[in-house]
């Protein structure tokens, strides 16, 4: 979906133990692959974002989520390809009910938080998962020359009545 010549998209980090280990998955094909990430992708036309993210969950790792809270918005351009920027909603789930399974698309992997493979993900995740982590609400901006390579970023901690304000004025689509 694009909304403000944006691509809208969600990203959820589910983890389990009191924050002591992360779900990650392992990208098969697409953007990213070879990479560990955590979940989620497009927001379909007609599709709440927040629908969105529970739905790539089930799609690529067999999770049904229970509960997330909205953390994130962070803004990715990249000056190789010249594509609408992506604007990704970020959530956290401690909550969900399954068990992890392989896919098409996803490998997933617990991770303890000591030993998550930031050499293997987006140069970005070093930046903002200490945000997310801790549980501090934040806005961001990346703008990559090629796929690897960060040129400049702003990543700020807001309040959480902020990020919200913050979503509906940029996108103006509702959660």
């Keep these: 979906m694009y909304v403000e010549d944006k691509k809208i998209l969600t990203l959820m980090m589910i983890t389990k133990n009191l924050n002591a280990q992360i779900l990650l998955g392992m990208k098969r094909h697409g ?3 070879l ?9 379909e036309k007609n599709e709440g974002i927040y629908s969105a993210a529970v739905r790539e969950v089930k799609e690529e790792c067999g999770l049904d989520i229970i509960k997330a809270k909205f953390f994130g918005l962070i803004t990715f351009e990249y000056e190789i390809d010249n594509k609408h920027p992506m604007h990704v909603h970020i959530f956290k789930s401690e909550e969900f009910e399954g068990t992890p399974i392989e896919t098409d698309e996803m490998r997933p992997k617990w991770f303890d938080f000591d030993k998550i493979p930031y050499e293997q993900m987006w140069k970005d995740d070093m930046y903002w998962y200490p945000y997310l982590f801790t549980g501090k609400y934040f806005y961001g901006k990346f703008l990559f020359g090629d796929y690897e390579t960060i040129i400049s970023h702003e990543l700020k901690e807001i309040k959480e009545e902020e990020l919200y304000n913050l979503q509906k004025v940029k996108v103006q689509h509702k959660l």
């Design 31 to 33: 953007f990213g692959k």
């Design 35 to 43: 990479k560990w990430n955590g979940f989620g992708g497009k927001v």
